[in-house]
């Protein structure tokens, strides 16, 4: 039972990264650009760079919270603590819910016009792996906003867990969190078009706001009835 609870919520808040819609955005994009360019087999090498950008960027900022945490603050943080990253939570929750996107019937996100442009024309000018990795990092760093109230909480569980289970938490993580981008690749190469792919995203735009919201709002519930009751 003192493994459950510290996994249950490294698994919760990947789920809740892997609801988010960026990562999927950029990676249309740029599929979108790459087969327009290059022949199959180039692109898929340049969406695995990509994707693999993401999941190091993602990794690593676990790795590096989790560190901090264990030399600066010990095993895990105090009730009171909790409860902070808690509000930050809900107030996520809500943010998604009313401002992650744009209106209109499209999936334009809440990012700043000069930052959209930028991945925008990045995805676009990409041709290489190295490109792609690199906007697999820029795209996982723009969405800081709301992950990295996710990977604190996923650095403060793990701790809690025996060294190779830490370990073993960062990488069920990071593959929970590409994992959208990792399905999509694969519907991409059973046959399924960009265009269609793109237009599900549309259709089901509500949809995934509530999913978003409501899983923030879980986990900070999860947290609050483990963590800063007990």
Do not use: C
Request: overall charge positive.
């Amino acid at each position: 039972m003192d493994m459950v609870i510290p996994f249950a919520e490294v698994i919760l808040a990947a789920f809740v990264q892997a609801s988010l819609q960026l990562q999927l955005g950029s990676l249309l994009l740029l599929y979108h650009a790459s087969l327009g360019k290059h022949v199959r087999k180039k692109t898929k090498s340049i969406v695995s760079s990509y994707i693999a950008g993401i999941g190091t960027l993602t990794f690593l900022a676990i790795a590096a919270i989790s560190f901090m945490f264990d030399r600066y603050f010990g095993d895990s943080l105090y009730p009171e603590e909790i409860v902070i990253i808690v509000s930050m939570l809900a107030a996520l929750a809500v943010i998604v819910w009313i401002f992650y996107y744009k209106r209109g019937k499209s999936t334009e996100l809440w990012l700043p016009r000069s930052v959209a442009k930028f991945i925008d024309s990045h995805a676009k000018t990409t041709n290489s792996n190295t490109e792609a990795f690199s906007l697999g990092v820029l795209t996982s760093l723009a969405e800081m906003p709301f992950t990295l109230v996710l990977f604190v909480v996923a650095a403060n569980s793990i701790l809690k867990l025996p060294p190779l289970w830490q370990l073993i938490s960062v990488v069920i993580y990071t593959t929970l969190a590409i994992l959208p981008a990792v399905i999509l690749r694969f519907a991409v190469r059973r046959g399924e078009t960009i265009t269609n792919i793109q237009r599900w995203r549309v259709k089901h735009k509500t949809f995934m706001r509530v999913i978003s919201g409501v899983g923030f709002l879980i986990l900070g519930f999860f947290l609050f009835a483990f963590e800063a009751l007990v």
